[in-house]
């Protein structure tokens, strides 16, 4: 059964000269479905255009990209009863995550694997607490090959997150 949505709410400040009004952006967090593939698709390659360029190649990042991400974010949904998985984008959904194995009583650490050069990602990951425990060549669409990192956490619960990269630190 779906969990119902959690809702996290971050303050922004209007720049000076409008009045110092506040605004409140809210994102809602829900269980994706297999209708939200191909949006789901969209943001991986935007992010992979982003963050991968001149660790793969241009003509797959500038070609291919979209369509091999929509194939594989529908195999991914059509295997879900029996593969479960979680994708995290950015600080929150690392933290919401989080929580949810928490909540859930998921035994054991949490783990992701980045790729080796991409500095600003193992940045993040590093200044969350992660250790960095194995690595192993990982074949990429375009033909090419990496080294990928396995960040690990051993304790979860030190994800969570007060701020941008603050954990919370629990006693």
């Known amino acids: 059964m779906p969990s ?6 971050r303050a922004n400040t209007v720049p000076a000269g409008s009045l110092g009004v506040s605004i409140a952006p809210t994102l809602n967090f829900r269980e994706a479905t297999e209708h939200d593939s191909a949006a789901i698709a969209k943001l991986h390659a935007e992010s992979w255009r982003s963050a991968y360029r001149g ?12 369509t091999e991400r929509a194939s594989l974010w529908e195999q991914r949904f059509s295997e879900m009863a029996t593969k479960p998985f979680f994708a995290i984008l950015a600080e929150m ?5 989080t929580r949810r194995l928490l909540a859930d ?3 054991g650490g949490l783990y992701l694997w980045v790729i080796e050069k991409n500095s600003r990602a193992r940045q993040f990951y590093s200044g969350a607490g992660a250790l960095e425990v194995d ?7 375009d033909g090419s090959h990496v080294v990928q990192l396995r960040c690990y956490w051993p304790d979860p ?15």
């Open 105 to 107: 009583g998921t035994p």
């Open 93 to 97: 959904l690392l933290n919401e995550v």
């Open 135 to 141: 690595s192993a060549g990982f074949p990429m669409p």
């Open 157 to 171: 619960s030190r994800l969570l997150f007060d701020g941008p990269l603050r954990p919370t630190v629990n006693t």
């Open 4 to 9: 119902a949505p959690t809702t996290i709410s």
């Open 55 to 66: 660790f793969v190649s241009d003509d797959y990042l500038d070609n291919r990209v979209r």
